[in-house]
């Protein structure tokens, strides 16, 4: 059975652009693959952090992932800085890493270009996120579009390590990106991605009254400045979230009524008001459940490790022994 495996760094709180783009699909493919999924807390140490916030994030990250639908019977998940061996393999991994794939990873660009002075680990970002996923030799990563490039890498890096040191075997596979029709969900500000480090997001968590007051401000097709003037679903965000959230039938009677101007925008707003709470009433109900019951997060995280050390531990020495560092 082919192994998925993906990760999300605890660097703010989960937010409907990862669950659309990602968790999302991870909890309908953990159904029908053996999966691993974990909070990616070495990762986020490469952008400016503070502690204090970083450990209450790290939880709730991982809880949030539980209250998503990810299902510790069904799934394993760990926390990434639980299994040493990630930077192990990473260390490894920089001997067969060419620099020059690190200096033009699009991330690597625009986060290097925004900072005074840049930190290694921002650069080596790409090779911890290979060890990510070829420690346990993962196959399918779910993940959304602006992580395609992060795994072309991982493929470069296991063809190398396999070229060099596989003995004719390739010991590892080239993971391949498994993506949702919402790849790349936008911001309210319809202007960039959806992100935690933009404020442009709805969390998962909001209460239904939150996300009304977000989605009520929200931009639109611009042409519809009145009113009356007809507009082009397909250049507006809340198309889009009617198209993740909403039945086809409504997705197609939000198009009519926005071509022919039957709906003013806060009248579609409302409808996918309602699409969104349906979709998102049982996950608040689960985590409030969690959130009763904090020994659920610490015992799922806790198995998770455990297993995903034995996992590891195994390439590890595997790698070692096929180049002589054992
Ligand atoms: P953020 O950019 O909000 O910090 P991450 O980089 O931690 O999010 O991404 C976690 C997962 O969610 C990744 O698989 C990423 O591709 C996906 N993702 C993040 N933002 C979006 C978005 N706006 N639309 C679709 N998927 C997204
Ligand atoms: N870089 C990913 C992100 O920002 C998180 C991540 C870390 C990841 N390791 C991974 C995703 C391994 C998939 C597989 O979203």
């Known amino acids: 059975m082919p192994r998925i495996l993906s990760g999300i760094q605890p660097s703010g709180e989960l937010h409907i652009?990862?669950?659309?783009?990602?968790?999302?699909?991870?909890?309908?493919?953990?159904?029908?693959?053996?999966s691993i999924?974990?909070?990616?807390?070495?990762?986020?140490?490469?952008?400016?952090?503070?502690?204090?916030?970083?450990?209450?994030?790290?939880?709730?990250?991982a809880a949030s992932l539980l209250a998503a639908g990810i299902d510790p019977a069904k799934a394993t998940l760990f926390m990434q800085s639980d299994v040493p061996e990630h930077t192990e393999l990473t260390w490894?991994?920089?001997?067969?890493?060419?620099?020059?794939?690190?200096?033009?990873?699009?991330?690597?660009?625009?986060?290097?270009?925004?900072?005074?002075?840049?930190?290694?680990?921002?650069?080596?970002?790409?090779?911890?996120?290979?060890?990510?996923?070829?420690?346990?030799?993962?196959?399918?990563?779910?993940?959304?579009?602006?992580?395609?490039?992060?795994?072309?890498?991982?493929?470069?890096?296991?063809?190398?390590?396999n070229a060099q040191f596989g003995g004719g075997e390739d010991y590892f596979p080239?993971?391949?990106?498994?993506?949702?029709?919402?790849?790349?969900?936008?911001?309210?500000?319809?202007?960039?991605?959806?992100?935690?480090?933009?404020?442009?997001?709805?969390?998962?968590?909001?209460?239904s009254e939150q996300i009304w007051a977000k989605l009520r401000p929200a931009a639109t097709d611009p042409a519809r400045q009145r009113r009356t003037d007809p507009g082009t679903p397909e250049v507006c965000n809340i198309y889009h979230l009617h198209k993740a959230f909403s039945p086809p039938e409504t997705v197609e009677m939000v198009a009519v009524n926005c071509r022919t101007a039957g709906w003013g925008c806060?009248?579609?707003?409302?409808?996918?008001?309602?699409?969104?709470?349906?979709?998102?009433?049982?996950?608040?109900?689960?985590?409030?459940?969690?959130?009763?019951?904090?020994?659920?997060?610490?015992?799922?995280?806790?198995?998770?490790?455990?297993?995903?050390?034995v996992i590891a531990r195994e390439t590890v020495d595997h790698v070692k022994e096929r180049m002589g560092l054992a």
């Open 174 to 207: 080239e993971p391949q990106p498994v993506l949702t029709p919402a790849r790349r969900i936008m911001g309210l500000d319809g202007q960039a991605k959806m992100s935690k480090s933009l404020n442009n997001y709805i969390g998962l968590l909001e209460t």
């Open 266 to 309: 806060i009248d579609c707003k409302k409808v996918l008001h309602e699409s969104m709470d349906r979709e998102l009433t049982p996950i608040r109900r689960r985590a409030a459940e969690i959130a009763e019951r904090p020994a659920i997060v610490d015992e799922a995280l806790a198995a998770g490790a455990a297993k995903c050390r």
């Open 17 to 34: 652009g990862n669950y659309l783009g990602a968790v999302k699909n991870w909890v309908e493919l953990q159904e029908r693959y053996e």
């Open 37 to 61: 999924f974990f909070v990616a807390d070495y990762h986020s140490i490469t952008q400016p952090f503070e502690p204090q916030l970083l450990r209450r994030r790290r939880r709730e990250m």
């Open 92 to 161: 490894i991994f920089n001997s067969v890493t060419p620099l020059g794939e690190l200096e033009r990873q699009t991330q690597f660009k625009d986060k290097s270009q925004r900072q005074e002075s840049v930190m290694v680990g921002l650069l080596t970002y790409p090779v911890l996120q290979a060890a990510d996923i070829l420690l346990y030799r993962g196959d399918l990563v779910p993940v959304g579009e602006d992580q395609v490039q992060h795994l072309e890498l991982s493929r470069v890096v296991a063809r190398r390590w």
